[in-house]
């Protein structure tokens, strides 16, 4: 996966290092600007279980920014905006790994710089009683919940740096 450039993204923009669960890293650019989430669309995307994109519908397409091209065959976390917690995947994961729907809020990073917030509901697609991929669909969120995910995700965020500090201090 490519890091993010100003042919993409126009100023101002912050700079950012995401790094990723499986070794992997991306210089991110991020503008500090909503997209608001149509109203009646839902975004729907399909992984394998090693969460790389293998099905997204117009919706994901449109408000990503990306073409279906640039989405299909990259990791889902593409899409990781720098002021998710770790700790939210993480637990998404877990919990569809055990056969378990998952639910919650996401702020998604677009081709552009800018982001969009979603409810996202993903589940775990099993075919013949062996898990084959993964379904995610975002609708609208709540205003009032993306508000609480804002300040409660800052202090997840705050948990990790201090966390990372410690580790590498030691």
Known sequence: MEDMTTKDVLEPYTEHVLDYYDGTSRRVLVKDE???????KLIVSRTDLQGIITHCNH??????????????GQPHYILRHPDMP????????????????WHGYVKNLCKDG???WV???IILNVREGKAVSCT????????????ACIAHYAQLKQAEARH???CHDG
Do not use: H
């Open 119 to 121: 409810y996202a509901t």
């Open 164 to 166: 990372n500090a410690l």
């Open 136 to 147: 995610s669909v975002r609708r609208k969120p709540s205003r009032t919940q993306v508000d």
């Open 114 to 116: 800018c982001y969009y």
């Open 86 to 101: 770790k700790a939210i995947f993480k637990e998404a994961w877990e919990t569809v790994a055990q056969g378990n729907k």
């Open 59 to 72: 919706a994901f397409v449109e408000m990503s920014g990306y073409t279906e091209a640039e989405l299909i």
């Open 34 to 40: 909503e997209i608001p989430f149509p109203e009646g």
